[in-house]
């Protein structure tokens, strides 16, 4: 039989990206399948899903507390109103099951589907947020990327990551992903980014860090952020030393390109940069609940990363954690091999898996 398969993880590319990296999975393993995705305007829905060629239907945002609150018992008639879209699509698309990423279409995705078609949730940050908290107590089956999420009897699996991450061959991609952007072809390659919208104070640090770090030979690639500034070189310095970019689309290459990685702590990025094998300096969003330490902690255990607070990083701590690094080969390779140790980068198939055999019955 034909499986139609709906996702609902809108809103943010931490929810989108790991659902989309599911439902690839989900096509290469049922070439048959159909998957709709669930979004809303609101957010980076109507760029990210339609771009990955999978059908995208709209329904009205329910922005959520990020716990139970009084602002939670004030949205009923928009939470119905999202119910009852969700309702129509699972109908019109014939759904076998919802999986749901959390965010604000998950919430309403999985009060839709109770009762009426199989729930799988998958919570990707190392703390549960409202919507999973809510779906998990009537889903099929419960997955998480990291233990200790508070979800309930979650199998721990990972994130679904895109194939091109998963699959990357550094080493052999390494020499076109430098050429790519116009860095040395030899020598060790620092990549800086801090999400999307790039991080004030890795912009700043790498600022200060970066006459140090091509003294010693350490070339940059940075992602500071449509808001964000570059950093200004001193005169005279080589530009392939020192590479920055708004925004990098094309993550795969900035990966086979590095030797190590600056970079914030979200459970996308751990998991991503983790999975590839690189080492890295998290630095954690010094905001929110301080999900972000939680996120990148089995890393740091294994020995694949450190772990440095937002308000310690400076240019010269910059320098003090990544030219030893840097500069030692053995050291840099052993923590290569620790981070992609602890990582997941089947995520995307196990649980791919794990939903058929909930369509199927299977335990």
Not at 78 to 100: E, I, T
Not at 168 to 192: I, K
Request: aromatic share 4%; hydrophobic share 50%.
């Amino acid at each position: 039989m034909t499986l139609s398969v709906v996702v609902a993880g809108g809103g943010t590319a931490g929810h989108i990206e790991p659902a989309m990296a599911f439902a690839d999975a989900v096509r290469r393993l049922r070439p048959d399948a159909t998957v709709t995705a669930l979004g809303t305007e609101k957010g980076l829905d109507t760029r990210l899903i339609p771009a990955r060629g999978y059908p995208l239907e709209l329904i009205p945002p329910v922005p959520l507390p990020r716990k139970p609150s009084g602002d939670l018992l004030r949205l009923p008639v928009k939470v119905w109103s999202a119910v009852s879209a969700v309702r129509d699509v699972l109908r019109k698309v014939d759904a076998d099951v919802v999986v749901g990423f959390g965010g604000y279409v998950a919430l309403p995705a999985y009060l839709a589907a109770r009762g009426r078609t199989p729930i799988v949730v998958h919570e990707a940050n190392a703390r549960a947020g409202l919507a999973n908290k809510v779906g998990a107590r009537f889903a099929a089956r419960v997955a998480a990327a990291v233990p200790g999420s508070g979800l309930p009897n979650a199998e721990v699996l990972g994130i679904p990551l895109r194939h091109a991450v998963t699959t990357l061959d550094r080493n052999a991609l390494r020499p076109a992903a430098r050429e790519h952007f116009g860095l040395p072809a030899d020598g060790p390659v620092l990549l800086v980014f801090g999400g999307s919208q790039g991080a004030r104070s890795l912009n700043s640090a790498v600022a200060a860090a970066l006459p140090g770090l091509t003294e010693e030979g350490i070339a940059v690639l940075h992602a500071h952020g449509a808001a964000g500034t570059p950093a200004d070189p001193a005169p005279g310095y080589v530009p392939q030393m020192y590479r920055a970019r708004p925004y990098i689309e094309d993550m795969h290459l900035a990966y086979a390109a590095a030797d190590a990685v600056l970079c914030r702590a979200g459970a996308m990025t751990v998991a991503e940069v983790s999975a590839v094998g690189l080492p890295a300096v998290y630095v954690p969003l010094p905001h929110g609940n301080g999900e972000q330490a939680l996120n990148a902690e089995p890393v740091v255990a294994a020995g694949g990363g450190v772990l440095v607070p937002d308000a310690e990083l400076t240019g010269d701590r910059v320098l003090a954690e990544l030219v030893p690094l840097l500069g030692d080969a053995a050291r840099l390779e052993a923590a290569g091999k620790a981070a992609r140790a602890s990582g997941h980068a089947d995520a995307d198939e196990r649980l791919a898996r794990l939903v058929l055999d909930v369509v199927e019955g299977r335990p």
